[in-house]
């Protein structure tokens, strides 16, 4: 996918979150525009991604850093995701 795609997704206003799907199936959800970064040049995005539905605390969420040419789609609105499991 191109950056000038993402960011159309990134500068929308509200920002809806969204799923960005890769080219090995994985589904990386983007929540909220702070947890986004389009790094100069555009060709790596960085998502800080909730592991389950119901997050809150920084061990909750994890680090994702995608080659934005290796999104195949992008999911609106987001794939839901499970509650944590005890």
């Known amino acids: 996918m191109s ?42 995005l960085h998502v800080v991604a909730p592991k389950f539905a119901g997050a809150k605390t920084e061990d909750d969420f994890e680090d994702h850093f995608i080659d934005v040419f290796l999104v195949t789609d992008v999911v609106k609105p987001l794939r839901k995701l499970s509650a944590k499991k005890r």
């Open 3 to 44: 950056p000038a795609r993402i960011k159309t997704f990134l500068d929308q206003q509200p920002v809806q979150p969204f799923s960005l799907v890769k080219d090995d199936g994985e589904v990386v959800n983007v929540v909220a525009r702070d947890f986004a970064l389009l790094y100069p040049g555009g060709r790596s």
